[in-house]
């Protein structure tokens, strides 16, 4: 399965985006999907994981409350809808593909998107 993460792009402080990532090749059904971001210099860090039927969601503490994560199985397609951003939200966002239960941790997740850029003016 590919994954094409696309929604980045620049946005003031209190806007909001939506990120849409897009499977192509096979189907991620039975599969949690998650998104992750890596800023310049840092680790790429968990943001938010969604289970297969929707009922399990993980979301970091840092973007809980303004951050949702949702998933449209017939368009084999994940969405992160973003609102309430920060500057300290800019960064490369990555979708993945993982297992069956929702885990923040990178190695959770075996397929990665090649990233969309989410940048935050202050």
């Known amino acids: 399965v590919q994954l094409q993460a696309s929604g980045g792009g620049l946005v003031q402080a209190g806007g909001s985006l939506r990120l849409s990532c897009a499977a192509s090749?096979?189907?991620?059904?039975?599969?949690?999907m998650g998104w992750f971001r890596q800023a310049p210099g840092k680790e790429r860090e968990f943001v938010a994981a969604?289970?297969?039927?929707?009922?399990?969601?993980k979301y970091a503490d840092s973007v809980k409350g303004r951050f949702t994560i949702s998933r449209d199985s017939a368009k084999n397609t994940v969405y992160l809808q973003m609102n309430m951003l920060r500057p300290e939200d800019t960064a490369v966002y990555y979708c993945?593909?993982?297992?069956?239960?929702?885990?923040?941790?990178?190695?959770?997740?075996?397929?990665w998107g090649q990233g969309t850029q989410v940048t935050v003016s202050s």
């Open positions: 993945a593909k993982g297992a069956v239960v929702p885990s923040t941790a990178r190695n959770g997740y075996d397929t």
């Open positions: 090749g096979s189907t991620f059904r039975g599969y949690v």
């Open positions: 969604i289970s297969w039927s929707g009922i399990s969601i």
